[in-house]
């Protein structure tokens, strides 16, 4: 039954991809997935390839993971799915308490001393030692775990006694997922602006994308000029701002823009000074990607919320949270009649099967000390794309830890980009496809991101197949 054929006319019969100009895909081979084995997939007749995209991101520990295989198995054979509406249920509590615990050992507790690696922001209020983020809300995917962050900033001023704090502020090239709310704090023209008229209203800073910045000439000494524009905002509408929602460290749809250190520090301390929200979303960044557990840890950054996504079951399952402090947390509290409810949810919030894999997930991130073993493979990375960055059509070639994008220039010296119609990420993806190594790009930037697992002889196998499409397309 599984046969190419066969399975390709019913795909192309029936099926509509996501982010996919149906006519191209309708003309062209269409690759069946059939199964995966750590850092490869295979397709129906039985080609491999390197997963160079971690199946869009998702992927940790590598495909068929006996231990996330095993835990969902062994959750399937008690219960596969209850509400969290009016009911708790086991992974679900357990992971939660998890989370908190993981993200307290990454961002620090209240409390702590300043100057400390994990010193917070919320430090000199004279909480007791603990936690800063406490409070675990679930949902299943990115676009609505940061749905959730915007709604929760937007109610939690409304029982501050605080009104009109009606809008929001992030980033040009920001991504924060595909439903209308995160689409209109979305900063990604090719895909957003199509949206535009059913969108609420949200001020938009510099994307800080130094090598195309658009606030100043020569980026040396620029003395985070973009900052200084999201600070005019902030002082002339910060009445009006629930709050400033932003990627940590890259801006990873937008095309694996890599902001400069500091920026990150920079936006928390704006957010403090002018009192709004920050809601970081590490849907893209979290679980490892940047080389440290979360990207807020490098720049000892603690938002007011925190969106999860993607790599939490280690790509296994579809599971999100938005994870906050008490000080929110508290302003919901009241009598039933105050109607302080929030008033969200999912029929597949808080899935038991998905938590099981998560738990599962964090599990392998201490037993194999995943991050240990990916600072030599990061520094591999990195070798490649400094060898990539002397092609005459690279512009740049910049990384946060395992997460990396190739921008291709149509003349280095003047950065003048290729037409996008020229599709000529698309192009050297094809390519390497050929080659059995499977990445997608965003427009002019091939996208490198694989399993935080994959073996170095691999990576550089990809690196090289990757160097070679790009000189091919590129000649
Ligand atoms: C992918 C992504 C989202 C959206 O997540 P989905 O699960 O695709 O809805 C949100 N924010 C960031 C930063 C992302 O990379």
């Known amino acids: 039954m599984e046969e190419q054929g066969q399975l390709e006319e019913l795909d192309k019969k029936y099926v509509?991809?996501?982010?996919?100009?149906?006519?191209?895909?309708?003309?062209?081979?269409?690759?069946?997935?059939?199964?995966g084995d750590g850092s490869y997939i295979e397709d129906v007749e039985g080609k491999r390839y390197l997963d160079g995209v971690s199946s869009l991101w998702v992927n940790i520990h590598g495909h068929r993971k006996k231990e996330i295989n095993d835990a969902i198995k062994s959750q399937l054979d008690r219960i596969s799915h209850c509400t969290m509406l009016g009911l708790s249920n086991v992974p679900a509590t357990l992971l939660a308490e998890r989370l908190v615990g993981v993200i307290e050992r990454s961002l620090g507790s209240v409390g702590s001393p300043p100057g400390s690696p994990s010193f917070g922001q919320k430090q000199g209020l004279g909480q007791t030692m603990g936690p800063a983020l406490t409070k675990v809300f679930y949902s299943d995917n990115g676009s609505t775990a940061v749905e959730v962050a915007l709604k929760m900033a937007f109610q939690y001023w409304l029982h501050k006694?605080?009104?009109?704090?009606?809008?929001f502020l992030s980033l040009n090239n920001g991504y924060h997922g595909d439903t209308i709310g995160a689409v209109s704090v979305g900063g990604v023209d090719m895909f957003h602006d199509v949206f535009g008229p059913l969108l609420f209203k949200t001020y938009k800073a510099p994307s800080p994308y130094c090598y195309r910045c658009d606030v100043v000439n020569s980026s040396d000494d620029c003395n985070f000029a973009c900052l200084r524009k999201m600070e005019d905002i902030l002082a002339a509408h910060h009445d009006e701002i629930a709050a400033v929602i932003v990627e940590p460290l890259v801006q990873a749809a937008g095309g694996m823009i890599v902001a400069p250190p500091g920026y990150l520090r920079g936006v928390r301390d704006l957010c403090t000074n002018y009192n709004v929200l920050l809601i970081a979303d590490e849907v893209a960044t979290g679980f490892g990607r940047t080389g440290l557990m979360f990207a807020c840890e490098h720049e000892s950054v603690v938002?007011?919320?925190?969106?999860?996504?993607?790599g939490i079951t280690g790509g296994y399952l579809p599971l999100a949270v938005t994870v906050t402090t008490d000080e929110v947390y508290n302003t919901f509290l009241g009598d039933f009649r105050e109607l302080k409810t929030f008033f969200h949810g999912h029929s597949y919030t808080g899935n038991p099967l998905a938590c099981a894999a998560a738990l599962a997930c964090l599990d392998i991130f201490e037993n194999e000390k995943t991050l240990q073993?990916?600072?030599?493979?990061?520094?591999i990375l990195e070798e490649g794309l400094r060898n990539i960055s002397t092609f005459p059509h690279v512009g740049d070639a910049r990384n946060r830890g395992?997460?990396?994008?190739?921008?291709?220039?149509?003349?280095?010296?003047?950065?003048?980009?290729?037409?996008?119609?020229?599709?000529?990420?698309?192009?050297?993806?094809n390519h390497a496809k050929g080659k059995g190594v499977f990445v997608r790009p965003l427009g002019n930037v091939v996208v490198i991101m694989p399993p935080l697992v994959i073996g170095e002889a691999d990576l550089r196998l990809m690196l090289d197949v990757i160097g070679e499409a790009i000189k091919k397309v590129s000649a």
């Not at 996919?20 to 199964?35: G, L």
């Not at 006694?161 to 809008?167: A, E, K, L, P, Y």
């Not at 073993?373 to 520094?379: G, W």
């Open 16 to 35: 509509w991809h996501p982010f996919t100009q149906m006519k191209d895909w309708e003309r062209e081979k269409t690759v069946i997935i059939a199964s």
């Open 303 to 310: 938002p007011d919320m925190l969106c999860l996504s993607k």
């Open 161 to 167: 006694g605080v009104t009109g704090r009606n809008c």
């Open 373 to 379: 073993y990916l600072a030599p493979k990061i520094e």
């Open 402 to 429: 395992f997460m990396a994008g190739v921008e291709l220039v149509r003349d280095k010296a003047s950065k003048e980009p290729y037409p996008w119609a020229e599709r000529m990420g698309w192009r050297v993806a």
